[in-house]
């Protein structure tokens, strides 16, 4: 099996930033043009994930209140008293959703849903730019 890496850097608001990033891991698959195999992408950090959306206002919007009721902002967070940056939210978010995701690729192309996109979700505090290793594994 051959493994083809890729970084791509995405800039983000932070705060429940909800960002579509399936052009740029296209872009990285037409690169390596694999017939058949997979795509694993992490995010280095504590505090953003990855995951799959239909990415329109009402699915973005939804899933951002769906986060909120699961690990409000504005509640007593261990973390914010350990440190006191104001982002433990951020890293529960973060360890639920999960930093990586993995997307099968078949005949050299994603194998996801009409209406599925790779999605960055930023939950820190503050803007960044988030690294996302793009791995991808093809039959050699």
Request: proline residues 5%; contains cysteine.
């Given at each position: 099996?051959?493994?083809?890496?890729?970084?791509?850097?995405?800039?983000?608001?932070?705060?429940?930033?909800?960002?579509?990033?399936?052009?740029?891991?296209?872009?990285?698959?037409?690169?390596?043009?694999?017939?058949?195999?997979?795509?694993?992408?992490?995010?280095?950090?504590?505090?953003?994930?990855?995951?799959?959306?239909?990415?329109?206002?009402?699915?973005?919007?939804?899933?951002?209140?769906?986060?909120?009721?699961?690990?409000?902002?504005?509640?007593?967070?261990?973390?914010n008293l350990r440190w006191g940056d104001g982002n433990g939210y951020a890293h529960v978010r973060s360890a639920l959703l999960g930093p990586s995701l993995t997307i099968p690729v078949v005949n050299g192309a994603m194998h996801v849903?009409?209406?599925?996109?790779?999605?960055?979700?930023?939950?820190?505090?503050?803007?960044?730019?988030?690294?996302?290793?793009?791995?991808?594994?093809?039959?050699?």
């Amino acid at each position: 099996m051959a493994i083809t890496n890729f970084t791509i850097t995405v800039a983000t608001t932070g705060a429940t930033d909800i960002v579509n990033i399936t052009d740029e891991i296209d872009q990285c698959l037409s690169k390596a043009r694999p017939a058949d195999g997979f795509i694993h992408l992490f995010i280095p950090g504590s505090t953003a994930a990855l995951t799959t959306l239909e990415y329109e206002q009402g699915a973005v919007a939804d899933l951002q209140h769906a986060i909120e009721r699961l690990a409000p902002r504005d509640i007593p967070y261990e973390h914010n008293l350990r440190w006191g940056d104001g982002n433990g939210y951020a890293h529960v978010r973060s360890a639920l959703l999960g930093p990586s995701l993995t997307i099968p690729v078949v005949n050299g192309a994603m194998h996801v849903g009409t209406w599925q996109q790779i999605v960055l979700c930023d939950f820190d505090n503050y803007p960044r730019n988030r690294e996302i290793l793009v791995q991808i594994y093809a039959e050699a």
